[in-house]
């Protein structure tokens, strides 16, 4: 078992990559990969959680069926990028697409149910982390079209948050400078805070 002190090391060594080569993670310990994704905090127990998980023959489909919603969402995008897209969904090692199951008429607001869905991609990223893999959270305008939404299961309101691209990281972990806390935090004292990010 390991102690607190180390736990805080090991999520401070998380770093995101797309870096990634095989193996990916299968059976048992995918689905406990993104189980730590429903354990995420979720107000109202709303489960906006929808996962779909791309990866062998079928890359080059999906990369397809992204480059087709870049052309209808993102037309005016160099060519050169839209190959670019389509090369990064048509070889990282695993995608998985971050779905929200979205009750817009619910007790908890649309977003806290955002929220929790962020709060899970992140658990999954550390627990990709744990298990020795690596991964990066990639967005794009093209994420809100209506035909990628429903080959990923999803009819609006529901949305994506994005994709995870997952793998084996390629190399040695590069060393990254990290933002300085104190300037990101305040503690509170009876008058009004102020941060020095605010003011660089």
């Known amino acids: 078992m390991i102690n607190h002190q180390s736990s805080l090391e090991f999520l401070l060594s998380r770093a995101s990559t797309d870096q990634l080569v095989d193996p990916v993670p299968q ?64 070889t990282m090692p695993m995608i998985i697409a971050l779905g929200i199951h979205i009750v817009p008429e619910g007790k908890i607001p649309v977003v806290e149910q955002e929220m929790a869905a962020a709060a899970g991609a992140m ?24 035909e990628l939404l429903e080959m ?13 691209f997952v793998g084996t990281p390629e ?14 935090m305040a503690l509170w004292e009876g008058k009004p805070v102020s941060f020095g990010a605010n003011v660089d």
Not at 152 to 162: I, N, R
Not at 171 to 184: F, H, N, Q, T, V
């Open 27 to 90: 059976g048992k310990q995918l689905r406990a990969i993104l189980s730590a994704g429903l354990r995420a905090p979720d107000h109202g127990k709303m489960r906006p959680w929808r996962y779909t998980v791309i990866q062998g023959e079928y890359r080059e489909a999906f990369a397809k069926v992204v480059l087709k919603a870049i052309e209808r969402e993102e037309s005016h995008l160099p060519e050169a990028k839209k190959e670019k897209r389509y090369h990064r969904f048509s």
């Open 123 to 146: 658990n999954v990223l550390n627990a990709l982390h744990a298990e020795g893999f690596g991964g990066i959270w990639v967005t794009g305008a093209f994420s809100t079209d209506t």
């Open 152 to 164: 990923l299961g999803l009819k609006k309101p529901d949305c994506l948050a994005g994709f995870l």
């Open 171 to 184: 190399g040695s972990k590069e060393d990254r400078k990290r933002p300085d806390i104190e300037k990101y």
